[in-house]
């Protein structure tokens, strides 16, 4: 058995994180006039990752400049270790819409849009692409009793670890922690497991 692990290791293709420049029709619905960003600011950074599937992936993610040091070192990271990811593409894909790519299971950055939290109106830090939504089915967000997405509701018991899931200790929270992103999970009144972000909101 010894042989045949080292040797799908020595075959798993090297890890990729290249980050290029963004235009307005790159961004489609996720972004509008009024964006606390340009997209000059912005950047499509693809990373290698492994699915579900168990085989490796290229994924892409839209983020702020500023941050893809820091997010080629945790996706290195994660790909080393061989953490599950279900998807990861532009939420503009998705019509700019978080439900339906928090309902595809898909890991995504930059979207223009508010926060999803009580009191005034304000900026999203995805907005900023200065955050990142990993696996949502597996980490979902809870709102004021509702679960995001729905099929989130299988992952509630946060003590039984399953694959893609972030937990403290773990994989996925340990690699964005080691660039002091801080974890959504640890929210207490509203936990959001699958959000990291770089200032903390």
């Known amino acids: 058995m ?3 692990l080292v040797a799908s290791l020595l075959l ?3 890890f990729v994180g290249t980050a290029s420049p963004v235009s307005v ?8 006039a009024g964006c606390p960003v340009a997209p000059s ?8 990752y492994w699915g579900f599937d168990g085989a490796a992936h290229l994924g892409a993610l839209v983020v702020n400049r500023a941050v893809v040091g820091d997010l ?19 939420i503009a894909a998705y019509g700019g819409s978080d439900e339906r790519s928090m309902a595809a ?13 009580p009191g005034p109106k304000r900026w999203s830090v995805h907005a900023l692409g ?37 937990v403290p200790g773990g994989v996925l929270v340990g690699a964005f922690a080691a660039v002091g992103w801080p974890w959504g999970g640890r929210w207490t009144a509203s936990p959001d497991y699958q ?3 770089k200032t903390g909101g």
């Open 41 to 48: 600011q912005l950047r499509l950074l693809r990373v290698s």
């Open 25 to 32: 029709a790159d961004l489609g619905a996720s972004y509008r």
């Open 105 to 117: 299971d898909n890991t995504s950055a930059f979207n223009c849009r508010y926060a999803v939290a």
């Open 195 to 197: 959000h990291f972000s």
């Open 12 to 14: 798993a293709p090297p």
């Open 130 to 166: 200065e955050a990142i939504d990993v696996n949502p089915v597996e980490n979902p967000y809870l709102e004021g009793g509702r679960v995001h997405p729905r099929a989130g509701a299988a992952y509630l018991d946060r003590s039984r670890e399953r694959s893609g899931m972030a």
């Open 2 to 4: 010894v042989p045949v």
């Open 72 to 90: 080629r070192i945790v996706f290195r990271r994660l790909y080393a270790s061989r953490f599950r990811i279900r998807r990861m593409r532009p």
